[in-house]
């Protein structure tokens, strides 16, 4: 029993950690209609930023504050300086191509990841570095008895529900939402309609990198931060979102529990090599039985 | 008023909208009609900012507004009901509507509110199915939706892009009158895009006729409806 609820006390803030990132692509690629590689790069950078700070004797929420600035920063200059510009060079034959024309700021996504891992390897020399978390990492203790979990884990689990329901009501209520969505959904009608569909789009990157850069400050008192040291969770926050549909916002919240839950399952009870096998025969299965993921609306649907 | 001066579009080396001029007054209804291909659809995109021109002007109150963002061109008061009753499905009829308004909400919160009432007004079916998603509405719903968008702008000129299509007499009829309505009542200018030429022109004061991308007629409407030379030439009927 004492095993099975620490998989699952492990696998929830895991699960958390995945379940923002998933949050994170799916903002940009709701805004913007890409997966954005970039982005733990990002959440990287701004976990960087944080632990010097917090190094030379800052307040941890000051650090906070300041490695969200940077990471949405970040997202508004990815958009600013790289995105808009390669929308706008259509002309040349690859650019232009229809098929290359989705695929090339995915590929320029890429890219910047390289090279905020090699900007951030110069800076802070490529050394591991961690900071301590903002509350206790010792096992809680009800009645006498430790449980499963430490406050920040429910901290942690706390931050993503409160991320959810905010960017949810955000889009769902608010008219920066609604025109967000609108222009995601058909930005020539939204053009039309006086929405500043540029503006928007970079409004998009700007939460997205805001919502990264939390990842990485969570994931940062467990695993110490290396310019490098963010990639496995990058891969696994994608693999969540795609299994909870791309453009569902709960969808990939549900997703990136569920294989915070696989994982910690599967290393407990089986062998930890076999973790990747189960996260690919998921997501096989998915593609398979239901390809617009779990939550994700159905392509082709319009009448 | 609007004034089209010498006005080239191309797109893809193919030349869609070559010299044109006309001019639109302030309060009327124009309508510029053509076969398919005639460059109708390619003009009211170059009004609204969607397309840049090659050459000439587009002047809307003395200003010259070629080659500006969609989005300002919206500001300046032109709104436009595009091709093929675009509306946004995935969004409900109330969103769709609140859309055209955003970028009002600022400086003007109370009317937004009520343009948008109106709209309920004048198309009461929209109001009952206000929180549907657009998706599911009829084609004729739909053209009302894209109308009432663009109307939430509070526009002085009015584009319509084909309204008619692929709508039933009956609709097309509604459509028609409520646009004629709100040209005569509150001096809406309209500029109409239109295949079926009749209906367009039995409601419309001027009439410019388009043929490969050229004005081959610019008179009242009454007098080109009557030129029966000019529409067995261009028109095929």
């Avoid at chain 1, 706008?88 to 905020?116: E, H």
């Avoid at chain 1, 990485?216 to 990639?231: K, Q, Y």
Wanted: with cysteine.
């Amino acid at each position: 029993m004492q095993t099975f609820l620490n998989a699952l006390f492990t696998g929830g803030s895991r699960g958390a950690i995945y379940a923002l990132v998933a949050l994170g692509l799916v903002l940009v690629w709701r805004g913007a209609g890409l997966i954005n590689f970039a982005q733990m790069g990002q959440a990287m950078f701004s976990a960087y930023v944080a632990s010097t700070l917090i190094a030379q004797g800052y307040n941890y929420w000051i650090a906070f504050f300041v490695a969200l600035i940077v990471g949405a920063a970040l997202g508004a200059a990815i958009d600013i300086l790289v995105i808009r510009p390669l929308k706008k060079k259509s002309g040349t034959a690859i650019l232009g191509s229809p098929s290359m024309r989705d695929a090339i700021p995915v590929i320029a996504s890429l890219g910047i990841l390289g090279i905020l891992q090699s900007v951030a390897g110069m800076i802070w020399a490529g050394s591991e570095r961690g900071f301590p978390a903002p509350v206790s990492t010792v096992a809680l203790k009800v009645g006498g008895n430790t449980m499963p979990f430490t406050y920040f884990d429910l901290f942690t689990i706390g931050i993503v529900i409160l991320i959810l329901i905010a960017t949810s009501l955000f889009l769902a209520r608010t008219s920066v939402g609604l025109a967000m969505r609108a222009s995601a959904l058909n930005s020539e009608v939204a053009r039309l309609s006086g929405i500043r569909t540029r503006s928007i789009r970079t409004l998009g990157w700007v939460i997205s990198g805001a919502v990264a850069s939390v990842a990485g400050l969570l994931v940062t008192p467990a695993t110490n931060i290396s310019p490098n040291s963010l990639d496995l969770i990058l891969i696994i926050g994608f693999t969540a979102c795609v299994i909870g549909g791309l453009d569902s916002l709960l969808g990939s919240v549900i997703g990136g529990f569920l294989l915070g839950f696989v994982i910690a399952f599967i290393s407990v009870y089986d062998i930890p090599e076999d973790i990747f096998i189960a996260i690919f025969l998921i997501l096989m299965g998915i593609m398979f039985f239901r390809p617009q993921g779990l939550f994700g609306s159905e392509v082709g649907r319009r009448v | 008023m609007l004034q089209i001066n010498n006005l080239s579009v191309s797109y893809d080396s193919v030349q869609a909208v070559n010299q044109i001029s006309f001019t639109a007054q302030k309060g009327r209804i124009t309508t510029v009609i053509g076969a398919n291909g005639a460059g109708k659809t390619t003009l009211l995109r170059t009004i609204s900012g969607l397309i840049a021109p090659k050459s000439g002007t587009i002047s809307w109150s003395g200003r010259e507004i070629q080659g500006m963002r969609p989005e300002n061109i919206v500001r300046a008061g032109i709104a436009q009901a595009p091709e093929g009753h675009s509306v946004i499905a995935e969004l409900t009829v109330e969103e769709n509507i609140r859309m055209g308004a955003l970028f009002r909400l600022r400086t003007n919160r109370a009317d937004v509110r009520a343009a948008i009432s109106e709209s309920y007004e004048l198309f009461p079916r929209l109001e009952e199915r206000k929180s549907q998603k657009a998706g599911t509405l009829s084609g004729g719903e739909r053209q009302m939706l894209a109308i009432s968008r663009a109307l939430v702008s509070r526009p002085e000129l009015l584009l319509l892009d084909e309204p008619s299509l692929g709508l039933a007499p009956l609709i097309v009829e509604q459509i028609i009158d409520t646009v004629s309505i709100l040209c005569r009542e509150k001096g809406l200018t309209v500029l109409l895009v239109e295949q079926n030429a009749n209906t367009a022109l039995a409601i419309a004061d001027h009439g410019v006729l388009l043929a490969l991308g050229k004005v081959v007629a610019d008179m009242p409407a009454a007098q080109l409806r009557a030129d029966e030379s000019l529409r067995a030439a261009y028109l095929g009927y």
